[in-house]
């Protein structure tokens, strides 16, 4: 330790702390401005002078580290003269347009303008000198005004080593000094991807958003984003009812960072195309009506339906809504509808994770903490387009690759962390299953494999080695079209380092193999011992903000809240004594059965809440057959969408921002969303809604006045949310599922000691190739997935115009050679037809799309890629495989 | 002067950053040997130096705008430098640049199309008691007048 003296108070530090940080440790504030977070101290701003006694000048206190016996005086008439010569420099240059500033009431050189009186710096040189430099407006979303700017450098060190995407440069010298991208490109065209992470940390105006009300005084709110899985914390900025602005802040799950959708995006929910009463069908129009006619017509249509049997009825829930309204949903369904005829499109992300690892552990979720990507040492990342999907548990990858992490991934496309990865295997699509048979394979033979865990820990391991000795590297390598050596650094470079994490999605599971695909990686994780430890598991990344809740709480066919099998008799005798109904015992039909039985006619009613099937199913077509076949179908949503064209009710419901409730994010962690605005005209809560049909037929058991009784109902039936309340997510505990009880913060990862079946189970998967192979008349093979700007069917996002002026329309990636042999020249419009359909796009080249393969978005309804989707779904899961499509394509 | 390198042929960039890689702070040296065999640094080079090393080409890029020795435009075959040192300027140094700029349709800092010629404005170039001065090349041409600008571009 070393003991120093600051303004007279006696310190003592660890040795190599700076002056600065000794000083704020016994609260003495020196200001900054340059000084961020860790980062290595650049001294740039001089605001932190000091005086070091015996040192022949003033030394900046961020980059002097502290020596034993130093005296250090921050405020004496030298140090006060020096600090106010700054100010006068810094203001020299700055534009004082406060009053319609960004800034405006939280600025940070303002505080120091503040300071300025004392320091008697206010008429310095005046503003005579500021150059107008021009203003880089070319990003959808924000400005960056030099005039403003003071060359900090922290939004330069947030882009390098926060998003890591090192967009920004400090360029020039004195005082031409910008900061800016490289070549003088400007940011709207450079490959800045729009996180608004440097407005976060810019400590004047200089960098602002495009759309905020300057001089207002807002009340914030504290929420969760509504977008992936991550679950970021959001903090609203509402005036008069609308929300003006959203920032970040530390701490929480993102830790100051956000993405384009969830920082920029939230125009959808003052949008004027907003439901704002019931609409029923008259006449092939959809005409508004009272809530009162609207639920009557509903709970007609609904006792009708179910006089017919339990396969007359059934319901799509959302992942989209909180853990209540899921609740409620089922609960609603089960005993008022009185079939298990439900399901949510998880069917369509992670049924396999859910169905596999529940094979392997015990339980399909993420089995670390995103926070433990911290302390990794290697991470293989496969089918997941982590930057794009889940923009800031892909920003913490790259953090941690950084500072010294070793990462492997494994896509059928060149994909952004390819760049920073030690080994990229471009597999051809739908090889996961060999891709991980033949690292296990690797791993073997070089006797790397954790024995004793294996031993100690698993079940199956002997057939699964007998099964392993029918495998070769070099087979596996050639079906995933990769080089063997490849493959055996990539498995060794995993099996041997310490702690690892696998991170997936929908890659490894939108396949016929999907299951298979998720239990090899579960082997992968077993033979190699990286899991139950802390930095060590499989984390299946969850796509939307709910969708781990909305399994959480039963929204799937089989499962009660928590998993609880609805076929165990003890199980739903648990839940008809709680509940006080009777539940139903037919088998449910899965989402793409529930689709198939409106078709076939089976399905007389259709409830669908916050979801939008007619986008985002499999084989566009087929489903607006079953819809058109004229039975009954409510949509309850908070727009317009291409699947209301089918309702013959519509109900207006709330945004996650008119609601109170929790969102469990991907890696079980339960946060509370708090009410920031009303919602408009007469639309309700969704959980109200439900339980106003339910009244109207006159069950019990759904007399709720607010989310937070549901969640104490929720606690009381289910093992896993035991703990949970609203009260104490409030009060600002951390809890992550199971949590057991109330002192409990839950688990922070899972299976330790012993996985949640007891052993772990080596499963056997084989190679299954894809139902699709390319043909002489489909020689193409299409990709769909998401992209970074949208969300779901962009219902949300297309009402930000920033978000449609960068990807308004649907495209098609294509290697620039493959498009040679069709002589396609990029932004041609082509059309792309499979088995089952066609649709027309513009294409984009890409040489990180292996040849012929095509990648297409799945966003879009109009020209959307779900119409050339479909075919034989997962065995297990009833997963479809959107990921290995044969196409052809025509100009 | 040897003959400059096409910014295609990526191999010399390549084999300076393999021989001084393992420097600490080699970047200002790689900058300069590549300047000298390519004439100045594009994109193409500095991204290529950015990859070699694996770092950032945002920091290449700070690097090589923050010190003037280094160009990011090609230069002319006949580098003009005007001295806009103090001396030079009040002895008439404007006017001259006014008259290369209009004879060769150039601003300061631009390369004429043809590449023959660059004009740049210089700092005191130490040769107060000359001037106005100009150099082209390594070439002082100094106690300049106007008049004298059109025959001493013709001899080049």
Request: aromatic residues 8%.
């Amino acid at each position: 330790m070393i003991n120093l003296t600051i303004d007279g108070q006696k310190v003592s530090v660890e040795s190599g702390t700076t002056i600065l940080k000794a000083a704020r440790s016994i609260g003495i504030d020196i200001p900054t401005l340059c000084n961020f977070k860790d980062f290595t101290p650049e001294g740039s701003c001089r605001m932190c002078l000091v005086e070091v006694v015996g040192a022949r000048r003033l030394e900046t206190s961020c980059s002097t580290p502290a020596a034993e016996g130093m005296v250090v005086n921050t405020n004496t008439p030298e140090v006060r003269e020096a600090r106010r010569f700054v100010l006068k420099m810094l203001m020299s240059d700055h534009t004082f347009d406060c009053m319609t500033c960004y800034k405006y009431g939280c600025c940070e050189f303002v505080e120091f303008n503040a300071n300025c009186i004392e320091y008697d710096a206010v008429k310095a040189f005046g503003t005579e000198r500021v150059m107008a430099k021009p203003i880089d407006d070319s990003n959808p979303f924000y400005t960056y005004d030099p005039n403003k700017c003071v060359l900090c450098n922290r939004c330069i060190k947030v882009c390098e080593h926060l998003q890591c995407n090192h967009i920004l440069a400090q360029c020039d010298r004195g005082y031409e000094t910008n900061i800016n991208p490289v070549f003088e490109t400007p940011r709207g065209k450079s490959e800045c991807v729009s996180c608004g992470n440097c407005i976060a940390v810019c400590p004047t105006g200089a960098l602002a958003p495009k759309q905020f009300k300057p001089f207002a005084y807002a009340k914030t709110v504290q929420t969760v984003c509504p977008y992936c899985g991550v679950g970021c914390t959001l903090n609203l900025k509402v005036i008069d009812n609308k929300i003006t602005d959203v920032y970040s802040t530390e701490g929480n799950v993102n830790d100051n960072l956000l993405c384009v959708k969830g920082r920029f995006a939230y125009d959808f929910v003052s949008s004027p195309d907003r439901l704002t009463t019931p609409l029923i069908r008259k006449n092939g129009v959809l005409e508004e009506a009272s809530w009162e006619e609207a639920l009557t017509l509903v709970a007609e249509k609904l006792k009708e339906a179910k006089a017919e049997g339990p396969q007359a009825v059934a319901g799509l829930s959302s992942a989209r809504c909180t853990n209540e309204d899921n609740y409620v949903f089922q609960k609603f369904i089960r005993t008022v509808g009185e079939t298990n005829n439900v399901d949510h499109c998880a069917r369509l992300c992670h049924a396999s994770t859910v169905a596999g690892l529940a094979k392997s552990f015990g339980s399909g979720a993420m089995t670390n903490s995103i926070d433990e990507i911290d302390i990794m040492d290697v991470m293989f990342v496969t089918g997941s387009n982590t930057t794009e999907t889940h923009p800031v548990i892909g920003a913490k990858i790259k953090q941690r690759q950084q500072k010294g992490a070793a990462l492997i991934v494994a896509e059928p496309r060149r994909i952004e962390l390819a760049k920073y990865a030690d080994v990229f295997l471009q597999i051809k699509p739908g090889t996961n299953v060999p891709l991980l048979n033949g690292m296990m394979r690797a791993i073997l033979d070089a006797g790397v494999e954790a024995i004793d865990f294996c031993k100690e820990r698993t079940e199956g391991y002997e057939e699964f080695r007998e099964f392993m000795d029918t495998i070769t590297v070099e087979g596996c390598a050639e079906i995933c079209g990769v080089d063997p050596e490849d493959m055996r650094k990539a498995a060794l470079l995993y099996a041997t380092k310490d702690k690892g994490g696998i991170f997936y999605s929908m890659g490894v599971t939108q396949h016929n193999s999907g299951t298979d695909g998720v239990m090899s990686v579960g082997n992968l994780a077993m033979l190699t011992g990286k899991i139950g430890r802390e930095g060590c598991g499989v984390n299946p990344l969850r796509g939307q903000n709910n969708v781990q809740g909305a399994c959480d709480m039963g929204a799937l066919p089989g499962d009660l809240p928590g998993y609880q099998k609805i076929a165990v008799p003890e199980v739903a005798e648990k839940f008809e004594k709680a509940w006080g109904l009777k539940l139903p015992t037919n088998t449910g039909k899965t989402l793409t059965e529930i689709i198939n039985g409106v078709g076939d006619g089976t399905v007389k009613f259709l409830y669908v809440m916050g979801e939008n099937p007619v986008v985002s199913d499999p084989d566009t077509n087929h489903v607006k057959h079953a819809l058109e076949k004229g039975n009954f179908v409510v949509v309850q949503d908070i727009f317009l969408t291409e699947t209301t064209e089918y309702a013959d009710v519509v109900l207006p419901a709330f945004v996650y921002a008119e609601k109170d409730g929790t969102f469990t994010n991907t890696e079980r962690r339960i946060q509370l969303l708090r009410k920031a605005v009303e919602a408009p005209g007469e639309a309700k809560n969704d959980w109200e809604i439900i339980s106003l049909i339910a009244q109207k037929l006159g069950s019990k058991g759904f007399d709720f006045t607010n989310a937070e009784e549901i969640m104490e109902e929720i606690a009381s039936v289910t093992p896993s949310y035991t703990g949970v309340s609203h009260e104490r997510l409030r009060n600002g505990d951390r809890i992550q599922w199971p949590c057991l009880s109330k002192d409990s913060e839950g688990a922070r990862f899972l299976h330790k000691g012993l996985f949640t079946r007891g052993k772990g189970w080596f499963a056997i998967a084989d190679y299954i190739p894809p139902q699709d192979q390319a043909d002489e008349d489909y020689p193409l093979i299409l990709m769909t997935g998401r992209i970074l700007e949208h969300y779901h069917t962009r219902t949300m996002t297309m009402r930000t115009p920033g978000i449609q002026e960068i990807a308004g329309e649907p495209f098609v990636e294509i290697n620039p050679e493959t498009a040679k042999g069709y002589d396609i020249n990029e932004g041609d419009f082509i059309t792309v037809t499979s088995p089952r359909g066609s649709v027309s796009a513009k294409t984009r080249f890409n040489p990180g799309v292996m040849e012929a393969n095509l990648f297409m978005p799945f966003h879009y309804g109009n020209n959307g890629a779900n119409h050339l989707t479909g075919g034989e779904l997962d065995p297990v899961a009833k997963i479809p495989p959107f990921k290995v499509v044969k196409v052809n394509i025509s100009k | 002067m040897a003959e400059l390198i096409p910014v295609e042929n990526l191999d010399v960039v390549k084999a300076i950053v393999a021989e001084h890689r393992e420097v600490p702070g080699c970047l200002m040296q790689i900058l300069q040997e590549t300047q000298e065999k390519y004439g100045y640094l594009p994109l193409e080079l500095q991204g290529t130096i950015a990859d070699e090393l694996g770092i950032p080409l945002t920091e290449v890029y700070g690097v090589a705008t923050f010190y003037s020795q280094f160009t990011l435009t090609p230069k002319g075959k006949y580098k003009i430098g005007i001295c806009l040192g103090t001396a030079c300027y009040v002895r008439g140094a404007q006017p001259i640049i006014d008259k290369v700029n209009g004879i060769l349709g150039t601003a300061v800092g631009d390369t004429t199309e043809d590449g023959k010629w660059s004009v740049d404005a210089t700092r005191c170039v130490g040769a107060c008691g000359l001037a106005p001065v100009m150099m082209i090349n390594e070439e002082v041409f100094g106690r300049l007048t106007v008049d004298e600008i059109p025959g001493i571009l013709e001899k080049f």
